[in-house]
């Protein structure tokens, strides 16, 4: 995560330059309504959305690996509805979301 994505999640549609990948580059545009965040408030959104991102790694790695569309109307058809949750279920079991290991 960097400076750029926690300013567009801090003060999202304001207007604003960036030159360079620090706070000192920064430019507040006048038409903005808001001020700008702190340095400490975007420095506390990097840590945020970067622990959102992390937490939120099992969904990648299921995406990844879940059957395709076709491939799960398939199941559902020859196998149905159990055949097909069994097949879902052996991914999110491989891949659990935080908070729910096995």
């Keep these: 995560m960097d400076i750029i994505q926690a300013l567009r999640s801090l003060r ?3 207007q604003w330059s960036l030159s360079g990948d620090t ?5 507040w545009h006048d038409e903005n309504e808001l001020p700008p965040p702190t340095e400490e408030e ?7 959305l970067q622990a959102e991102y992390e937490y ?10 879940y059957p395709s ?11 149905g509805y159990d055949g097909w949750k069994a097949s879902i279920d052996e ?3 491989k891949y ?7």
Excluded: F, M, W
Aim: net charge negative; no cysteine.
């Design 69 to 79: 569309i076709h491939d799960q109307l398939d199941t559902l058809y020859h196998q």
């Design 96 to 102: 659990p979301k935080p908070g729910e290991d096995l």
């Design 42 to 48: 975007i420095q506390a959104e990097i840590e945020r």
């Design 56 to 65: 939120n790694q099992y969904q990648r790695d299921r995406a990844s690996e």
């Design 23 to 27: 706070y000192e580059g920064l430019t």
């Design 91 to 93: 991914v999110k079991n």
């Design 12 to 14: 999202l549609g304001a």
